[in-house]
Nanobody, 125 residues
Framework: QVQLVESGGGLVQAGGSLRLSCTAS????????MGWFRQAPGKEREFVVA????????YYADSVKGRSTISRDNAKNTVYLQMNSLRPEDTAVYYC??????????????????WGQGTQVTVSS
């Protein structure tokens, strides 16, 4: 079992920045990859970014590419999502998620086994 807890969301003006955190506990030693998704009201959950640190490959949605960076601190068992140049359309609940072992399609939320409770990001215009 892996438990995930997000934090760092909030209200920010367009053009601002936020850093979201996702702290993991439980059986994390075999976890090579983590992902971030978001869900706006009335919309489906949307892929934001994922990274597999074991093979050093990151995947970014086109909507956030160049504005967001995923990173992690192994000592703190924490994954970060740094988001810059935020836009009103970035408003959503952001979730971190741990995928199944051997995942190939990082964009598919159904291939993620563990999810956090989400953190709200609201970007005002």
């Amino acid at each position: 079992q892996v438990q995930l807890v997000e934090s760092g969301g909030g209200l920010v003006q367009a053009g601002g920045s936020l850093r979201l955190s996702c702290t993991a506990s439980g059986r994390t030693s075999t976890q090579c990859a983590m992902g971030w998704f978001r869900q706006a009201p009335g919309k489906e959950r949307e892929f934001v970014v994922a990274m597999n640190w074991c093979v050093s490959v990151a995947y970014y949605a086109d909507s956030v590419k160049g504005r967001s960076t995923i990173s992690r601190d192994n000592a703190k068992n924490t994954v970060y999502l740094q988001m810059n140049s935020l836009r009103p359309e970035d408003t959503a609940v952001y979730y971190c998620a741990a995928p199944i072992l051997g995942i190939k399609n990082y964009y598919n939320p159904s291939l993620y086994r563990y999810w956090g409770q989400g953190t709200q990001v609201t970007v005002s215009s």
